[in-house]
């Protein structure tokens, strides 16, 4: 994976914080590893788990019903139901909802189109888990929307807050299960403490089928058997640091099966989001990125007002090439 370019830290991450502390529901995994909490969690210990770790998941915080509405809108939007997609036409009725699901590997920004996407930003449970985590003013600013059929690729190693800078290092992932996640199907894997040194590693193409067209990191202290796969529940809420290196490997399970999750990002509110380029006339350090949702709390630069900047866009699977996110540069080894 890596060459080590810092002192290597110690090797067993994950501190001996105790992971679960609350009433457990589910039985899977069977036994639950450290950093697994349910909604009534004590917060000292779920903060002190993610501020160790950078990671934590936090199961029961979607119900059945909840996931099962979460499925159905996924399949809707990919169908065109809820609105354009660039560059894909809206899915003819008799057409099979498994044939069109096929088509995509992720849609961004799913929330610009969909009240239940929009709900899922605002999840009781999710949002105390943030306030927990981040602080008591938190925003969202981006949605991701993967579909994942059995076959398509994951993420290489990376790190969120190389695409979407915080100015203190409280970018918050907040990935759910919409089906359950496992290692055949995809899940994430996280390389737990890598948030703390908060550098920002160098990345280059990687050229690997196994991965689609976003590009690695690569160069930092950690190696591949270190990282955690992060199997969880549909229903459960993956969090972690946008500094935490993490990525996901293909779906390797039997065809017409999918690893479905929504990704939603958050920050804390006291941090302009230099994200956009700045305004004719602006300074650099003075951009801020209103494209926003407040969940919790004030936002103390409410006065600047809000906009609409994003709609939803298709992520390539890097089966058709990579030439529209990175260039022409971006081939596979094979
Ligand atoms: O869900 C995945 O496969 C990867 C998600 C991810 O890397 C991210 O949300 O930053």
């Avoid at 589910?26 to 160790?52: H, I, L």
């Avoid at 069109?100 to 996407?117: A, D, G, W, Y």
């Avoid at 927990?132 to 925003?139: F, L, R, S, W, Y």
Wanted: with cysteine; net charge neutral.
């Amino acid at each position: 994976m890596s060459s080590t370019t810092l002192d290597t830290p110690p090797r067993n991450l994950v501190t001996a914080t105790g992971g679960f502390a609350g009433t457990r529901r589910n039985q899977f995994p069977k036994t639950r590893p450290p950093g697994y909490f349910s909604p009534d969690a004590d917060p000292a210990a779920v903060k002190a788990f993610f501020e160790a770790n950078g990671y934590l998941v936090l199961e029961n915080a979607f119900s059945p019903a909840e996931v099962e509405a979460l499925k159905r809108e996924t399949t809707l939007i990919c169908r065109g139901d809820r609105g354009a997609l660039p560059d894909h036409p809206r899915a003819d009725a008799a057409e099979p909802d498994d044939s069109v699901l096929q088509r995509f590997l992720c849609i961004h920004f799913p929330h610009k189109i969909s009240e239940i996407m929009t709900r899922a930003i605002h999840n009781e449970p999710s949002v105390k888990a943030l306030t927990t985590v981040i602080g008591p003013n938190v925003k969202c600013m981006q949605s991701m929307l993967f579909i994942k059929s059995s076959g398509k690729p994951g993420q290489a190693w990376h790190q969120d807050e190389d695409y979407i800078p915080t100015r203190d290092r409280s970018l918050t992932g907040a990935w759910i299960a919409i089906d359950r996640a496992t290692t055949d199907n995809g899940c994430l894997w996280v390389l737990p403490g890598s948030h703390r040194p908060g550098v920002l590693w160098e990345q280059k193409w990687h050229g690997d089928r196994r991965f689609d067209c976003a590009e690695e990191s690569f160069g930092f202290p950690y190696r591949d058997d270190e990282a955690f796969p992060v199997e969880v529940e549909a229903g459960s809420v993956v969090f972690f640091n946008g500094y935490l290196l993490h990525r996901s490997l293909p779906n390797r399970a039997p065809e017409g099966t999918y690893r479905r999750s929504l990704v939603n990002h958050y920050m804390s509110c006291e941090s302009r989001l230099p994200w956009s380029l700045p305004k004719e006339g602006q300074h650099m350090a003075s951009a801020d990125h209103r494209d926003i949702i407040i969940v919790a709390g004030q936002d103390p630069y409410a006065h600047r007002g809000y906009e609409e900047i994003h709609k939803p866009s298709v992520r390539p699977s890097g089966q058709g090439g990579c030439d529209k996110w990175g260039g022409k540069g971006k081939q596979y080894k094979d």
